[in-house]
């Protein structure tokens, strides 16, 4: 059964963990998208014993924890030509790892790396080329799979066209096949596929790596990363997605990641609204 979630990032930084899971259980989600900072009730300084009462509070309110997140990639991307960055990005996801093994998680999302990022997530980071930024991508991601294998931890790479690095489905199936792990999985986004092609596309040609999925929308007529809009607010067909995730027989978790622009003062209304919708898109896969 298709289970819905909500990107923690919906509710806004002053929301508490317990009330982010309230809101959540209140509109019929059945898990949170944690996203790991550097700083807060969730982050890189976050105890063991802190991360273990996190999951006492999904427990008490019999929520899951669909996956975690993190925009550290773009600090501190692993295919830096830095050591320090790059060193600082894997550290970062080992801290994932490890807190998904204490949490019960399954899977991560992992941006696999950059050539250079478009604003607003430029954090100042030198421009590498495609070509080594793929064979650092291979080595240290694979060797991060090995640590998080025994922990029972996927990594799921997003696809992320604004980091100018795997841009198409292709490329996405190249690197899946030479890196060759299978711990290892596309953390497919939606929306992030509309200036390269077409969602349905993606889900078709890589159906059997999608481990999870984030839904949010995209206008074309401002083809940026400020294009992300929420779902049905923008150019992508449904009806198609819906149909293609019906074939490849998808049984994972929708996560909502929705742009918080038109709500900005109206976190709760915008949970409800993204509540609806993933409710929405799961009746046209039903109907598919």
């Known amino acids: ?95 994932m790892v490890d807190f998904a093994s204490i949490l019960g998680v399954e899977n991560i999302l992992v941006v696999p ?8 997530l430029d954090f100042g980071n030198k421009p590498i080329k495609y070509s080594e930024a793929y064979e650092r991508a291979l080595q240290y991601i694979g060797e991060l799979a090995d640590y998080a294998k025994p922990k029972g931890v996927v990594i799921g790479l997003e696809n992320v066209f604004y980091n100018k690095f795997l841009i198409t489905q292709m490329e996405y199936k190249r690197f899946f096949e030479d890196l060759s792990k299978e711990n290892v999985k596309l953390y497919f986004d939606v929306g992030n596929t509309m200036l390269c092609g077409f969602p349905e596309d993606w889900i078709e040609y890589l159906g059997e790596y999608i481990c999870s999925i984030h839904l949010k929308d995209f206008d074309k007529n401002i083809n940026t990363l400020y294009g992300w809009k929420n779902i049905f607010q923008g150019h992508i067909d449904w009806a198609n997605v819906a149909r293609a995730l019906k074939r490849i027989g998808y049984d994972g978790y929708l996560v909502g990641e929705p742009s918080l622009t038109p709500f900005l003062f109206q976190q709760e209304e915008l949970i409800k609204t993204t509540a609806s919708a993933i409710d929405r898109v799961r009746e046209m896969i039903d109907g598919a």
């Open 113 to 120: 790396g950059m050539v250079h990022a478009d604003p607003p």
């Open 1 to 95: 059964m298709i289970k819905k979630s909500i990107n923690r990032w919906a509710y806004g930084s002053d929301v508490s963990m317990e009330e982010c899971v309230r809101i959540a259980g209140r509109y019929g989600f059945d898990g949170v998208e944690l996203n790991l900072e550097e700083k807060g009730d969730f982050s890189l300084d976050t105890t063991e014993k802190e991360c273990s009462a996190i999951g006492d509070i999904f427990r008490k309110h019999r929520l899951e924890i669909s996956s975690l997140c993190s925009l550290l990639f773009w600090k501190h991307p692993i295919t830096s030509g830095e050591t320090d960055i790059r060193d600082a990005g894997i550290r970062v996801i080992r801290k």
